[in-house]
């Protein structure tokens, strides 16, 4: 017999929880009681309103006295804060502390700021890649690019100095992240950071366990926080795929989902500076794509989700992994830097598999308005380019050739001979004839894999007279020159 009251009781309130567990997921799991916590963010002045605090699920803004209250996330490890522009979150060793892990039965989390000291409208941002240290000996080479970092500073007194690194911070070895922040230490420069590949913890039997190893040294694998005019967003978006070394790039829903809320406070037209591992997208146009592991992992296959919500503001996006240097200018209001590794090529010689020297990006900002340059390390600001005379390589012949690491489409190279103007040089795909070189001996790399790679930041000209002085001339997108003369053979 059909059992009204059955039906009209239990089943109604299990239907209902069902309906709820479909809307709110968050708090409705089983086995999950919502706990609230609270707290308060301030200064030795008193509280501070609408700073943005975060569970890396939703969104919530203090009160007038600096107070929040929120209930986490089921899944939530963290409670941090976007840092406000004007202050600065606590640092150990040079690494923002700008979150406090969760703890079972903790109801309180107070976050205490200090004044940044400096105009942090005018800032000097160092942008690097890929260190990716797989022995101590890495670090000892790793100490030349931190004096090179020193000496850089010096020429800046006048700005608030911060840094990013995009990922790969160690090569699957985590033991050597306090050998790293020692060294970064000496810097006397906040890095904020974010996960790469080798700093995943694989062999669990999810992405959402693979970062684990990365938080207990540095918290949160996506986060904001903001400095004078400009709002910076950290992602995480390599995602494993469940086997040793399989991953591809990207965004979960998630943080997509956090993202959503951390924008909504963000004004339109504001300029916004977005850092991830794995590129966005490495052309300018959208190729079809071939879903095979190679292209899976060194895109994000779901950017075009991510340009859509950035579309109402002016971004500049800094991705790593490929251990190149690539400018891809997505649209009018998204510039992808795909910055050089550090490393180079993995602490295997000078150079990254395109020619790009072992260096770092600079930007200058003032403002909302950025402004940059590449600084390969041990050598000035207008080491921009490495030239080729004619005859000196089998691969170009009579040619004269320009590698241009920082090259992007508003740059203009131009050439001379004998003082006569030739015009514009003629760019084309290719390999850095030094690179070729310096990674052609298999028996001495650590890692025979290591090969050079084409590159489209290649100039070519063909001279009338072979022996003439030959001039070339690169200006870049703000005007600065850079030449290289080859002399009368």
């Known amino acids: 017999m059909f059992n009204h009251g059955l039906f009209s009781g239990q089943t109604i309130v299990k239907a209902l929880l069902a309906s709820l567990l479909f809307i709110f997921p968050s708090y409705l799991s089983i086995g999950y009681s919502p706990a609230p916590v609270e707290g308060k963010v301030s200064t030795e002045a008193g509280g501070l309103a609408n700073v943005v605090v975060t569970d890396g699920y939703q969104c919530v803004v203090t009160g007038s006295d600096g107070s929040?209250?929120?209930?986490?996330?089921?899944?939530?490890?963290?409670?941090?804060?976007?840092?406000?522009?004007?202050?600065?979150?606590?640092?150990?060793?040079?690494?923002?502390?700008?979150?406090?892990?969760?703890?079972?039965?903790?109801?309180?989390?107070?976050?205490?700021?200090?004044?940044?000291?400096?105009?942090?409208?005018?800032?000097?941002?160092?942008?690097?890649?890929?260190?990716?240290?797989?022995?101590?000996?890495?670090?000892?080479?790793?100490?030349?690019?931190?004096?090179?970092?020193?000496?850089?500073?010096?020429?800046?007194?006048d700005r608030d100095i911060l840094g990013l690194d995009c990922g790969d911070l160690v090569g699957d070895k985590p033991e050597l992240?306090?050998?790293?922040?020692?060294?970064?230490?000496?810097?006397?420069?906040?890095?904020?950071?974010?996960?790469?590949?080798?700093?995943?913890?694989?062999?669990g039997r999810s992405t959402e366990t693979s970062t684990q190893r990365y938080e207990k040294s540095f918290g949160p694998d996506h986060y904001s926080f903001n400095r004078g005019e400009v709002h910076y967003v950290v992602l995480n978006n390599v995602f494993y795929m469940g086997r040793d070394y399989f991953y591809m790039g990207y965004i979960d829903e998630k943080t997509f989902a956090w993202l959503e809320e951390d924008l909504a406070q963000v004004p339109v037209g504001s300029t916004i500076i977005v850092s991830m591992h794995i590129p966005g997208r490495l052309d300018e146009e959208m190729q079809s794509f071939q879903y095979n592991s190679n292209t899976i992992s060194a895109q994000t296959i779901n950017f075009s989700s991510l340009i859509e919500m950035l579309k109402p503001y002016k971004?500049?996006?800094?991705?790593?992994?490929?251990?190149?240097?690539?400018?891809?200018?997505?649209?009018?209001?998204?510039?992808?830097?795909?910055?050089?590794?550090?490393?180079?090529?993995?602490?295997?010689?000078?150079?990254?598999?395109?020619?790009?020297?072992?260096?770092?990006?600079?930007?200058?900002?003032?403002?909302?308005?950025?402004?940059?340059?590449?600084?390969?390390?041990?050598?000035?600001?207008d080491h921009q380019?490495?030239?080729?005379?004619?005859?000196?390589?089998?691969?170009?012949?009579?040619?004269?050739?320009?590698?241009?690491?920082?090259?992007?489409?508003?740059?203009?190279?131009?050439?001379?001979?004998?003082?006569?103007?030739?015009?514009?040089?003629?760019?084309?795909?290719?390999?850095?004839?030094?690179?070729?070189?310096?990674?052609?001996?298999?028996?001495?790399?650590?890692?025979?894999?290591?090969?050079?790679?084409?590159?489209?930041?290649?100039?070519?000209?063909?001279?009338?007279?072979?022996?003439?002085?030959?001039?070339?001339?690169?200006?870049?997108?703000?005007?600065?020159?850079?030449?290289?003369?080859?002399?009368?053979?």
């Open 68 to 157: 929040f209250r929120l209930i986490p996330h089921q899944n939530a490890k963290f409670i941090y804060i976007s840092t406000p522009a004007g202050y600065l979150p606590a640092e150990e060793m040079q690494v923002p502390r700008f979150y406090i892990p969760i703890e079972e039965g903790r109801k309180r989390y107070d976050f205490s700021l200090r004044k940044n000291p400096v105009d942090d409208s005018r800032q000097l941002l160092l942008v690097t890649a890929d260190p990716q240290f797989h022995k101590e000996e890495n670090i000892v080479r790793y100490a030349g690019v931190v004096d090179d970092m020193l000496q850089l500073k010096e020429e800046y007194p």
């Open 177 to 203: 992240y306090p050998l790293y922040i020692e060294q970064l230490h000496r810097t006397g420069i906040p890095f904020y950071r974010m996960p790469g590949n080798h700093d995943l913890q694989f062999g």
């Open 315 to 381: 971004v500049h996006l800094f991705t790593g992994h490929m251990h190149y240097n690539r400018n891809i200018i997505h649209s009018g209001n998204l510039y992808e830097h795909n910055t050089g590794a550090v490393s180079g090529a993995w602490w295997q010689g000078d150079y990254c598999l395109d020619g790009t020297p072992m260096g770092y990006g600079v930007y200058e900002i003032d403002g909302s308005e950025v402004t940059w340059y590449f600084k390969s390390v041990g050598e000035e600001r």
């Open 385 to 489: 380019m490495r030239v080729y005379a004619p005859n000196s390589t089998n691969r170009y012949g009579n040619d004269v050739v320009a590698n241009i690491w920082n090259w992007d489409k508003n740059w203009k190279v131009e050439w001379q001979e004998d003082g006569v103007e030739m015009g514009a040089m003629t760019r084309f795909e290719g390999l850095d004839p030094e690179v070729e070189k310096a990674y052609s001996n298999k028996e001495k790399l650590e890692f025979s894999w290591i090969a050079p790679v084409l590159t489209d930041h290649l100039f070519r000209a063909t001279p009338q007279n072979k022996d003439a002085e030959i001039k070339i001339i690169a200006k870049d997108t703000f005007g600065n020159v850079y030449t290289k003369t080859i002399p009368r053979q």
